[in-house]
């Protein structure tokens, strides 16, 4: 242990092997937010409520290392896990309960993973994935739109009008269960694209990733200038 804590000084002295402690809940009363970011290790949940508010799950050694604010100048709930060395930690990931009224941005830049397991209702819903984590969505919008930027995997279920995707990534946009009326699909990378359109779909892939849809759109226009391909699922 003398020689781990020589090569990993500074983590020793920052409390990188203390363990997270005993389990613990914290409630807390946030401002309302219409966007939401989480960065670092931790997994969020939402859930539709008639207050914002949001509810940590973590060690008691870790959880005020867990910030939840709101930014007032963008409207944005800001979910960082602060705390260092995960890797010398035991237990279970520290979880953040979110109840929102409206939600119409989605940030993903960290490593857990982030569900909805209520139906996320807007005019408008945009998700950027910009970390490892994945994304897990039921929703009912009129204009939904997504980047993948990196690793994970946005998963939707659900219904919109309109639908634009872009990845640039070697996730998977897993939307087999997601019904759009008019789709439009750009992957630039590895990353796949499976999705139930109605109507109209313009695909673009331009590098090893397909681009799969489901459905019996009456109009598919496709640009493919990479190996990856353009098809209709079965």
Not at 150 to 177: A, I, M, P, T, Y
Not at 191 to 213: M, P
């Given at each position: 242990?003398?020689v781990?804590?020589?090569i990993?000084?500074?983590?020793?002295?920052?409390?990188?092997?203390?363990?997270?402690?005993?389990?613990?809940?914290?409630?807390r009363?946030?401002?309302?937010?219409?966007?939401?970011?989480?960065d670092?290790w931790?997994?969020v949940?939402?859930?539709?409520?008639?207050?914002?508010?949001v509810?940590?799950?973590?060690g008691k050694?870790?959880?005020?290392?867990?910030?939840?604010?709101?930014?007032?100048?963008?409207?944005?709930?800001?979910?960082?896990n602060?705390?260092?060395c995960?890797?010398?930690?035991?237990?279970?990931?520290?979880?953040?309960?979110?109840k929102?009224?409206?939600?119409?941005?989605?940030?993903?830049?960290?490593?857990g993973?982030?569900?909805?397991?209520?139906?996320?209702?807007?005019?408008?819903?945009l998700?950027n994935?910009?970390?490892?984590?994945?994304?897990k969505?039921?929703?009912?919008?009129?204009n939904?739109?997504?980047?993948?930027?990196?690793?994970?995997?946005?998963?939707?279920?659900?219904?919109?009008?309109?639908s634009?995707?872009?990845?640039?990534?070697?996730?998977f946009?897993?939307?087999k269960?997601?019904?759009?009326?008019?789709?439009?699909?750009?992957?630039?990378?590895e990353?796949?694209?499976?999705?139930?359109?109605?109507?109209s779909?313009?695909?673009t892939?331009?590098?090893?990733?397909?681009?799969?849809?489901?459905?019996?759109?009456?109009?598919?226009?496709?640009?493919?200038?990479?190996?990856?391909r353009?098809v209709?699922?079965?």
């Amino acid at each position: 242990m003398i020689v781990v804590c020589l090569i990993i000084l500074p983590g020793c002295q920052n409390g990188c092997l203390k363990g997270q402690g005993k389990t613990i809940s914290q409630t807390r009363s946030i401002d309302s937010f219409s966007a939401l970011e989480v960065d670092g290790w931790v997994d969020v949940v939402l859930e539709q409520g008639s207050a914002p508010e949001v509810e940590v799950i973590s060690g008691k050694n870790l959880i005020g290392n867990i910030r939840t604010e709101v930014n007032a100048e963008s409207g944005k709930l800001m979910i960082t896990n602060n705390n260092k060395c995960h890797w010398s930690r035991g237990g279970s990931q520290p979880t953040v309960r979110v109840k929102y009224q409206t939600l119409a941005q989605i940030d993903h830049l960290g490593f857990g993973n982030i569900l909805s397991v209520d139906t996320l209702r807007n005019a408008n819903l945009l998700v950027n994935i910009k970390g490892n984590g994945n994304v897990k969505l039921l929703v009912n919008v009129t204009n939904f739109s997504c980047t993948m930027l990196e690793l994970g995997d946005l998963e939707v279920h659900g219904k919109s009008e309109r639908s634009n995707l872009f990845s640039h990534n070697v996730g998977f946009f897993k939307g087999k269960n997601f019904v759009t009326t008019h789709c439009t699909a750009r992957t630039r990378d590895e990353g796949q694209f499976e999705v139930t359109v109605l109507d109209s779909l313009v695909a673009t892939v331009e590098s090893t990733g397909d681009i799969i849809y489901y459905g019996n759109p009456s109009y598919v226009k496709s640009n493919v200038t990479g190996p990856g391909r353009v098809v209709a699922g079965k």
